[in-house]
Protein backbone atom coordinates (compact mmCIF):
# COMPACT_ATOMS: atom_id res chain seq x y z
CA UNK A 1 0.00 0.00 0.00
CA UNK A 2 1.91 3.87 -0.80
CA UNK A 3 0.84 5.89 1.64
CA UNK A 4 2.25 8.64 4.30
CA UNK A 5 2.70 7.05 7.87
CA UNK A 6 3.45 8.55 11.35
CA UNK A 7 4.52 7.15 14.52
CA UNK A 8 3.35 6.72 17.31
CA UNK A 9 -0.57 7.33 17.41
CA UNK A 10 0.02 8.85 21.19
CA UNK A 11 3.20 10.29 22.64
CA UNK A 12 3.77 11.46 25.81
CA UNK A 13 6.66 14.06 26.93
CA UNK A 14 8.11 15.27 30.32
CA UNK A 15 8.95 18.13 31.17
CA UNK A 16 12.79 19.03 29.83
CA UNK A 17 12.53 16.02 27.41
CA UNK A 18 12.99 15.73 23.63
CA UNK A 19 10.94 13.72 22.03
CA UNK A 20 11.10 12.67 18.22
CA UNK A 21 7.98 11.67 15.98
CA UNK A 22 8.57 9.40 12.90
CA UNK A 23 6.89 10.38 9.11
CA UNK A 24 7.57 7.70 6.50
CA UNK A 25 6.14 7.84 2.72
CA UNK A 26 6.50 5.58 -0.19
CA UNK A 27 4.65 7.76 -2.80
CA UNK A 28 8.00 8.80 -3.44
CA UNK A 29 7.06 12.07 -3.74
CA UNK A 30 10.23 14.87 -3.08
CA UNK A 31 8.22 17.42 -0.45
CA UNK A 32 7.44 17.03 2.69
CA UNK A 33 5.71 18.77 5.56
CA UNK A 34 5.31 19.01 9.04
CA UNK A 35 1.91 21.01 10.80
CA UNK A 36 0.75 22.01 13.63
CA UNK A 37 -3.35 21.86 14.75
CA UNK A 38 -4.55 22.98 17.97
CA UNK A 39 -8.54 22.79 19.11
CA UNK A 40 -10.37 24.99 16.91
CA UNK A 41 -7.51 26.07 14.79
CA UNK A 42 -6.40 25.75 11.31
CA UNK A 43 -2.95 23.97 10.42
CA UNK A 44 0.19 25.61 10.92
CA UNK A 45 3.56 24.88 9.10
CA UNK A 46 6.22 23.91 11.08
CA UNK A 47 8.69 22.80 8.64
CA UNK A 48 8.70 22.00 5.36
CA UNK A 49 11.26 20.20 2.84
CA UNK A 50 11.41 20.09 -0.36
CA UNK A 51 14.38 17.83 -1.20
CA UNK A 52 16.24 15.61 0.30
CA UNK A 53 19.06 16.95 2.46
CA UNK A 54 17.42 20.35 2.65
CA UNK A 55 14.68 21.92 4.69
CA UNK A 56 13.04 25.52 5.66
CA UNK A 57 11.56 26.88 8.75
CA UNK A 58 7.99 27.51 8.89
CA UNK A 59 6.20 29.68 10.88
CA UNK A 60 6.18 28.18 14.14
CA UNK A 61 9.98 26.62 13.92
CA UNK A 62 11.03 27.88 17.20
CA UNK A 63 11.71 24.76 19.56
CA UNK A 64 11.60 22.55 16.73
CA UNK A 65 14.38 20.70 14.31
CA UNK A 66 14.15 18.33 11.47
CA UNK A 67 16.44 16.19 9.33
CA UNK A 68 15.99 14.94 5.76
CA UNK A 69 18.27 12.61 4.82
CA UNK A 70 16.48 10.00 3.30
CA UNK A 71 13.62 11.09 0.62
CA UNK A 72 11.44 8.57 2.82
CA UNK A 73 11.76 9.71 5.84
CA UNK A 74 11.13 13.48 7.31
CA UNK A 75 11.30 12.85 11.36
CA UNK A 76 10.34 15.93 13.57
CA UNK A 77 11.89 16.36 17.10
CA UNK A 78 9.91 18.88 19.64
CA UNK A 79 12.32 19.84 21.39
CA UNK A 80 12.60 21.27 26.05
CA UNK A 81 12.19 24.61 23.66
CA UNK A 82 8.77 24.22 22.79
CA UNK A 83 6.95 25.62 26.05
CA UNK A 84 3.70 24.52 24.61
CA UNK A 85 4.30 21.05 22.54
CA UNK A 86 0.11 19.47 23.21
CA UNK A 87 -0.78 19.38 20.12
CA UNK A 88 -2.53 17.58 16.95
CA UNK A 89 0.97 16.76 14.72
CA UNK A 90 0.76 16.18 11.20
CA UNK A 91 3.13 14.71 8.33
CA UNK A 92 2.02 15.72 4.96
CA UNK A 93 3.79 15.51 1.18
CA UNK A 94 3.17 16.14 -2.35
CA UNK A 95 5.22 15.66 -6.01
CA UNK A 96 6.94 18.73 -7.40
CA UNK A 97 4.97 21.32 -9.44
CA UNK A 98 1.94 23.59 -9.41
CA UNK A 99 -1.71 23.10 -9.74
CA UNK A 100 -2.78 20.09 -8.38
CA UNK A 101 0.51 18.98 -7.91
CA UNK A 102 0.34 21.05 -4.79
CA UNK A 103 -2.21 18.73 -3.47
CA UNK A 104 -0.60 17.79 -0.19
CA UNK A 105 -1.62 14.34 1.43
CA UNK A 106 -1.44 13.74 4.93
CA UNK A 107 -0.21 10.91 7.20
CA UNK A 108 -2.63 9.45 10.42
CA UNK A 109 -1.26 12.31 12.40
CA UNK A 110 0.60 11.95 15.89
CA UNK A 111 -1.37 13.54 19.43
CA UNK A 112 1.30 14.81 21.34
CA UNK A 113 0.52 15.30 25.26
CA UNK A 114 2.62 16.94 27.93
CA UNK A 115 2.57 15.25 31.72
CA UNK B 1 -5.93 40.43 8.13
CA UNK B 2 -5.82 36.27 8.43
CA UNK B 3 -4.10 35.22 5.18
CA UNK B 4 -7.48 32.95 4.85
CA UNK B 5 -10.79 33.44 6.58
CA UNK B 6 -13.76 30.82 6.82
CA UNK B 7 -16.75 30.82 8.96
CA UNK B 8 -15.96 28.52 11.60
CA UNK B 9 -20.45 27.64 11.89
CA UNK B 10 -21.21 25.39 13.33
CA UNK B 11 -23.57 24.57 10.23
CA UNK B 12 -26.27 22.31 11.55
CA UNK B 13 -28.35 21.10 8.95
CA UNK B 14 -31.22 18.24 8.67
CA UNK B 15 -30.53 15.49 5.89
CA UNK B 16 -31.18 16.58 2.54
CA UNK B 17 -30.39 20.13 3.11
CA UNK B 18 -28.16 22.42 1.00
CA UNK B 19 -25.35 23.82 2.58
CA UNK B 20 -22.98 26.68 1.15
CA UNK B 21 -19.80 27.93 2.96
CA UNK B 22 -17.35 30.60 2.26
CA UNK B 23 -13.87 31.64 2.87
CA UNK B 24 -12.04 34.56 1.61
CA UNK B 25 -8.16 35.02 0.89
CA UNK B 26 -5.92 37.92 1.44
CA UNK B 27 -3.21 37.39 -1.09
CA UNK B 28 -3.77 38.17 -4.48
CA UNK B 29 -1.11 36.26 -6.33
CA UNK B 30 -2.33 32.75 -4.79
CA UNK B 31 -2.86 30.24 -7.91
CA UNK B 32 -4.37 27.01 -6.34
CA UNK B 33 -7.00 26.43 -4.20
CA UNK B 34 -8.62 23.04 -2.54
CA UNK B 35 -11.18 22.65 -0.16
CA UNK B 36 -10.02 19.48 2.31
CA UNK B 37 -12.30 17.51 4.50
CA UNK B 38 -11.34 16.79 8.33
CA UNK B 39 -12.97 14.16 10.51
CA UNK B 40 -13.03 14.42 14.56
CA UNK B 41 -9.59 13.59 14.99
CA UNK B 42 -8.28 12.01 12.15
CA UNK B 43 -6.05 13.90 9.74
CA UNK B 44 -7.37 16.17 6.62
CA UNK B 45 -8.23 14.52 2.81
CA UNK B 46 -8.63 16.59 0.16
CA UNK B 47 -12.24 16.98 -1.26
CA UNK B 48 -11.19 18.39 -4.20
CA UNK B 49 -9.79 21.39 -5.97
CA UNK B 50 -11.55 24.55 -6.76
CA UNK B 51 -10.94 25.99 -10.69
CA UNK B 52 -11.45 29.81 -12.08
CA UNK B 53 -14.19 28.33 -14.06
CA UNK B 54 -15.87 26.44 -11.08
CA UNK B 55 -16.46 22.78 -10.88
CA UNK B 56 -18.70 20.09 -9.80
CA UNK B 57 -18.17 16.59 -8.38
CA UNK B 58 -21.39 14.63 -7.42
CA UNK B 59 -23.03 16.57 -5.14
CA UNK B 60 -20.74 18.73 -4.30
CA UNK B 61 -19.97 22.25 -6.14
CA UNK B 62 -16.63 24.71 -5.90
CA UNK B 63 -16.62 28.38 -6.73
CA UNK B 64 -13.61 30.49 -6.94
CA UNK B 65 -13.85 34.63 -8.06
CA UNK B 66 -10.32 35.76 -8.42
CA UNK B 67 -11.53 39.80 -8.39
CA UNK B 68 -13.27 39.31 -4.47
CA UNK B 69 -10.70 36.72 -3.49
CA UNK B 70 -13.17 34.43 -2.43
CA UNK B 71 -14.22 30.60 -2.65
CA UNK B 72 -17.33 28.55 -1.64
CA UNK B 73 -18.21 24.89 -1.52
CA UNK B 74 -21.83 23.96 -2.09
CA UNK B 75 -23.07 20.81 -0.81
CA UNK B 76 -26.37 19.19 -1.98
CA UNK B 77 -28.74 16.68 -0.42
CA UNK B 78 -26.49 16.90 3.04
CA UNK B 79 -25.96 13.00 4.41
CA UNK B 80 -25.64 12.15 7.47
CA UNK B 81 -21.58 11.12 5.96
CA UNK B 82 -20.66 14.59 5.40
CA UNK B 83 -20.58 15.44 9.02
CA UNK B 84 -16.99 17.03 9.54
CA UNK B 85 -14.96 20.36 9.20
CA UNK B 86 -14.22 21.46 5.87
CA UNK B 87 -10.99 23.48 5.55
CA UNK B 88 -10.61 26.21 2.82
CA UNK B 89 -6.82 25.75 1.62
CA UNK B 90 -4.99 28.38 -0.45
CA UNK B 91 -1.21 28.04 -1.58
CA UNK B 92 1.14 30.54 0.06
CA UNK B 93 2.72 32.92 -2.17
CA UNK B 94 6.13 34.90 -1.32
CA UNK B 95 8.52 36.78 -3.68
CA UNK B 96 6.30 35.22 -6.48
CA UNK B 97 7.11 31.74 -5.54
CA UNK B 98 4.99 29.43 -3.61
CA UNK B 99 7.35 26.85 -2.91
CA UNK B 100 4.76 24.42 -2.06
CA UNK B 101 3.55 26.03 0.79
CA UNK B 102 -0.24 25.59 1.81
CA UNK B 103 -2.48 27.95 4.07
CA UNK B 104 -5.50 26.30 5.89
CA UNK B 105 -8.34 28.03 7.15
CA UNK B 106 -9.89 27.28 10.39
CA UNK B 107 -12.10 24.97 9.13
CA UNK B 108 -16.27 25.50 8.83
CA UNK B 109 -17.87 22.30 11.24
CA UNK B 110 -20.46 20.72 9.77
CA UNK B 111 -23.55 18.83 11.84
CA UNK B 112 -26.00 16.80 9.58
CA UNK B 113 -29.35 15.56 11.56
CA UNK B 114 -31.72 12.82 10.56
Known amino acids: DGGITQSPKYLFRKEGQNVTLSCEQN?????MYWYRQDPGQGLRLIYY???????QKGDIAEGYSVSREKKESFPLTVTSAQKNPTAFYLC??????????????FGPGTRLLVL | RKEVEQDPGPFNVPEGATVAFNCTYS??????FFWYRQDCRKEPKLLMS???SGNEDGRFTAQLNRASQYISLLIRDSKLSDSATYLC???????????????FGQGTILTVHP
Open chain 1, 92 to 105: ASKTGGLGEQETQY
Open chain 1, 27 to 31: LNHDA
Open chain 1, 49 to 55: SQIVNDF
Open chain 2, 27 to 32: NSASQS
Open chain 2, 50 to 52: VYS
Open chain 2, 89 to 103: VVNAIAGGTSYGKLT
